[in-house]
């Protein structure tokens, strides 16, 4: 089974930048299709970005802000955020599949225990 550890989380200023990291252990990473989601107190989980082998998808409010990446000889994703708001405080999951489908579809596989992100005002 696919484990997967997020780290990176933290208390950044509004308008300043974070790198979140997800560690897999799968020897097959490279095939998988990565997410990441994020939940707010009070709130649904929502889907925030996704990278397959070769494309990218991004939730609306966070293009042009968020980059995600992939280090296939790491096995890790990556989900840098620029110009942090008040707004994108929430907690962070990463998550895997086989397919774009199951991640968009905020059904993957497979879940990260999440890191915490807190942007100040």
């Known amino acids: 089974q696919v484990q997967l550890v997020e780290s990176g989380g933290g208390l950044v200023q509004a308008g300043g930048s974070l790198r979140l990291s997800c560690a897999a252990s799968?020897?097959?990473?490279?095939?998988?299709?990565m997410g990441w989601f994020r939940q707010a107190p009070g709130r649904e989980r929502e889907f925030v970005a996704a990278?397959?082998?070769?494309?990218?998808y991004y939730k609306d409010s966070v293009k042009g802000r968020f980059i995600i990446s992939r280090d296939n000889a790491k096995n890790t994703v990556y989900l840098q955020m620029n110009s942090l708001k008040p707004e994108d405080t929430a907690v962070y999951y990463c998550?895997?599949?086989?397919?774009?489908?199951?991640?968009?579809?905020?059904?993957?596989?497979?879940w990260g225990k999440g890191t915490l992100v807190t942007v100040s005002s």
């Open positions: 990278i397959s082998v070769s494309s990218t």
């Open positions: 799968e020897r097959t990473f490279g095939n998988y299709v």
């Open positions: 998550a895997a599949d086989g397919s774009a489908r199951t991640i968009r579809a905020g059904t993957p596989g497979y």
